[in-house]
Each structure stands twice: as C-alpha cells, then as structure tokens.
C-alpha cells in the first residue's frame, strides 16, 4: 500500500487563516475491503467555502473536524477495486480531500462518479464542470431567472463560479458585466470568457467610484446580481440595481475572516422590491444533471474556456489556499498531485 | 357646494419631518359633471409610507408632488352623485387625501369601491379589512408561505398591519410572536390579538438583548418574518432565523427620515440560505378579494379586534401623522372628519 501525505486541520484560524492551521502527515493507506476501491488523486479542488468550515460556527455545514483531514473535493484513477461498477484505469471526481490517495466505499451514494475525459480535461470536473459550475448555474436559473436582454453582473468574475456564470448568462441573451481584482483579470473575463465589460473593483476604493463604474457598464441598471464577496462590492451593486431585480446569495469572502460586512442599503431591498435568495448548491442535487450536462457542452464546444490556477504537490496546498481567499488565484485554484 | 379643507405638502423634510412641512388651506369644491361623485370623508388613514413619499427621491411611487394635497386613502359616504353606479349614501372607500371632500371620477380604475358596513365599521376598509391588511395578507401568503406549527414573528405588531398579520398567522397553525413597543401595546398584542407571545423593543436596547428576548419568545427558532421597522430589531432577528427561513420586507420605518440603517449580518442569509424579498402591495391587486374576503371575515366574527387611534379634525392630521412615525399611535392611526 502506498504511502499517503495528507493535510489536518490543527487548529482554528483565529481572524485570518494561517498555514500554521494545518499539519502535514503521512500514514499507510489501509488495504481494501469488499466494495472499496483505492483512489489517486491527480487534483485537489480549493474553494473559498473551506474557509468557512474552518471556524467551529453554526453554519450550514458541521465544521471541518480538527485533526482530521481537509475536507474537499478530488479528482483521480482508480488503481485498485473491490468493486464490480470500477476497473483500474476509471477516471473519478469524488470528495477525497486533502490527500494524495483515498479509500471509497463506492455504495455510498454520491461519494464516487466516474467521468469521461474525451472532450472535457479531467480537472475541469472540480471546476466548470463541476461544483463551481452547477453554483453558477443554479444561482443563474433557478433564482435570477434571466430573460434575454437583461443585464446580469457577478463579483469574482474570473474565478471558477465567475467564468461559467458568464457563459450560462451569454448563452441566455444577456448583456453579463463581470467585477474582478486587476486589470488582467478584467482582461480575461472581456477578451476569454466574452463578458460584455468587466470591473475592476480595485480602480474604485469607495462605493461612490464602484457605483460610478457600474452605472457606466450598465446603462440599463442590473436585473440580476450573483455575489461571492460581500461588503463594498454588494453595495455598490445594490444601488444600481433595478425594480424587481434579484440577488442570488452564493459567497461572501469579505466576512470569512470573521470581520463585520454589513450591508449598508438594505432599504433598497424594499424600494425597488428586491428578491435576496442564499443558497448552497449541495442541496439541489436534483439540479446537478441538467446543469452538468450544458456546462459540460459549453466547455466541450470552446463557448466556455476555464481558466485554472495550478498548485504542484500537497505541500502547497495551504499556501494556495491562503492565496486563493486573498484573490491571488486566477480561476480555479486546484493543486496537482501527480 | 361646501368649502373644504385641505392639508398640502408646502416643503420637503430636511431629516424628520415636521408639521411645518404641511400648509393648511380652505378651497371651494367643483362643481360635479357626468361621471364624477361628491364624497365627504369620515375618515382619512395616515400611513408610514407616506413618510418616504414626502422625499425627493427614487423610488417605487413618484414622489408627493409639493403644493398639492397630500395623498392618502380614506372612506366616507357619497352626497351627490352624476353616475348611475352610486347613489347618495353609499360607504366608499377611495384615495381621497387629506382633505374634507373629494370629487371622483368613479369610471377611473380603483378610485373608488363600496363597502358593506353591516358587520364591518367603514374605518377598518382602512385599516384591517384595507390595504393595511391585505399587506399583511400578501407578506404572509406569498412570501412567507407558513406551515402549521412554524414559528413566524413580526414588528410593529400592535400597528395596522401587524395585527391583521398575526390573526391571518393563527388562523394558520403557527405561533406568532409581536415586537412592539411598550409594556401596553404588548399587553394588548398577547391578550386582545392572540398573539403567543410580544416583546417590549424598548426594553432591549442593544441586539445582544434583543436576540437573548427572541430566543426566550421562539424556542424553535424563526421560520418567517415581517418586518415594518429594520434597524436594531432586524439584525436581533436575524440571528434567529432557522434555516430556509423567510423574511417580508415590508418597511422600514427606521430608516424614513434618510439616516443610514445598515443589515449588520447579512452574511446570515447565505448561512441559513434565506430568502428575503421586498414588495409594496398595491403591485398585486390580484390578489385583494380574496385577502380582503378573508379579513372581513376575521373581522365580522371577532377573531380579528384591531384598534384605532383616532385623531378629530383635519387641523389634527400632521400631529397625528408625526405621532404615528414614532409609534406614539396605538393600533391603526386615523383622522376622523365628521
């Protein structure tokens, strides 16, 4: 059996995350049992949401246990089955976490699929065509409910949800205004994923600036928001948008730290008779096909060309992370294992 | 024809509005033509939202146009009439403004309806069996959509609306919980309206308080909330809400005189993946027979005993409109005319 670096969380960020958080063991991966199968991960996914489950606070999830490994998603091969549904060789995105191997019981529904790799690259599958992508597009349709001609606009524009939010919306007729850290990034999210304007929210320092460029991407007002950030950005935006608009809730990276983000114009909510909807994708699983199934069209015909920030080896992973909630990434930040 | 009195907007507020802002003034009444009634108003309602009409500002109605009466609905009985429709005597409601008199186009959409006030006093087509009501109606039906057995909380609870919220609620199944202010209103909101419990906001003065009193009053959590006022009372309520939970935003009184009244925890509609919306009710007339269908009938068997305070004379109207702003009224504040 092979030998198996993994990642635990120590301890609890108190305020800012730190690599100190997170420990670096090694262990024997244990020998199969009937219905098991042994997995390499080739990727590990990192996502803004890990940070959250950091912190022992109620949450929608239960918290990222201490001393155990980091919970998240994988993909990889099977190298060894006990099981009739998987061969050796079978390409698979499960939720391994921060290992290099893992041991799936393959009964337990949902927590091995495998994949086909023909027109889609195996690590998109934790990305576009994946978790991040089914984000964007259940944010997109089941709460924007977008009609051609409306103009959507979504922070952390050129990030794994960003970028498949971009294309589901051009591919619905609407007139999609990207917000990004960074003038290349602004590039990409124009030039890459096709976005009508992008803004680049750190040209503007103050509500009344990031509200000016808005005013100026948007000349129609905003009918649907989708937000990952909170704070300065989620205000800005609120002044811009329009009656019976709607905001579907995903992220907000500003407060995982712990610090206040208040809202500061919550009465434009009433105003122009706003709808505000949170949500967490994990508990729409009878949406995953649909979705899957356009995002998997759009990046498999070029409409949609994720772009991935690459880690090498599991040592790196808390760096990257660190990175990633302080925007350093540019698009899905994964960590490649082999 | 009679000479009446009538109550202008002369100045806009600068922060709280003042009685200075209203001009009191004596005119004849026009003559009648065809198609068009006399009405003499008994009373006129004096409603929160009129505050946010008094500004110079976007949003969902153009504002109270200055040097004109100040608009507002009332009820009150036809003199004279060139319609076939109506007959001297009839009990109408419509949206006469502060004034004595009014004449009515009575083929306009909506300007003016006969009431039946053989179970029902023609003030309460005002208050519970009007559009206070039917905002309640709306709030709850459509955007709360309860169970029976959920746990569903409202402030202003003692006002128009809130009152006919939590008979609508009990009629439901659920246990109501009212936010008002003062031991008396209280009092009233849980022996005379049902409610299953109501906290004195003016007893907490900070969320820490407030919070620990909701969590006493709603053991289970909060599954629904209709908020009037925003502010202090909204944030203490928000770290109640269960999860899936819902709020109706229907004011916020709070915020009316411009001062900023920002939501300091949003970030917990994303963690309980709650929905908020905002809506004013006279977008949703669809829906007005059957809620004023349902209140009159809370209100012709009891069940329903909502209280006025009643203001005499049109002299008295800015007073008792400045009074109501800072929840000096008791139940639904009206002016009664005759």
Redesign the interface.
Known sequence: MPQNKQLLLDNRPQGEATASNFKLVTSETPALQDGQVLVRHHYLSLDPYMRGRMNDA???AAPQPLGQVMQGGTVGEVVESRSAKYQPGDKVVGFGGWQEWSVVNVEQPGALRKVDTTHVPLSHYLGAVGMPGVTAWYGLVKILEPKAGQTLAVSAASGAVGSAFGALAKARGCRVVGIAGGADKCKYVTDELGFDACIDYKQHGDIKSMSGALKQACPDGIDGYFENV?GLV?DAVMLRMN?FSRIA????IA?YDGQ????????M????????????VS?HMEIWPEALKELGQLVGSGKLRPRESIAQGIESAPDAFLGLLKGRNFGKQLVKLI
Do not use: D, H, W
Request: hydrophobic share 40%; aromatic share 10%.
């Open positions: 109620k949450s929608y909170g989620l009656a809730l995903c992220g907000m407060g206040p983000v208040p809202m500061s114009y919550p009465q909510l009433l105003t122009n008779r706003m709808r505000l909807q949170g949500f967490i508990e």
